[in-house]
């Protein structure tokens, strides 16, 4: 998010009080806290979306990953059994 200090806002502001005067400016800062509502929703319902596209991709990895650790760890326990033994 851009990042917006108290001079700036301020200044918005007043330019806001001399476009809309001061009959609209209470409807269209209502306006934009719903905007800025709506884009927030949006936006954390976007990032559910792709955690969850996320995670049905790297799930199998991740067990393909133990797998083949499992396996190797059986190798190598299997090998170094047979090198005592010798």
Do not use: Y
């Not at 998010?1 to 009080?17: Q, V």
């Not at 393909?64 to 010798?86: F, G, M, Y």
């Amino acid at each position: 998010m851009p990042d917006i200090g108290l001079i700036e806002l301020a200044l918005i502001g007043l330019i806001a009080f001399l476009v809309l005067g001061p009959e609209r400016l209470p409807d269209f800062f209502a306006e934009v806290a719903k905007v800025v509502r709506q884009g927030r929703v949006w936006l954390s319902s976007l990032k559910a979306q792709l955690d969850e596209e996320k995670k049905q991709i790297t799930q199998p990895v991740a067990e393909a990953k133990e797998s083949i650790i499992s396996s190797v760890k059986d190798v190598t326990k299997k090998v170094s059994l047979e090198d005592k033994e010798k």
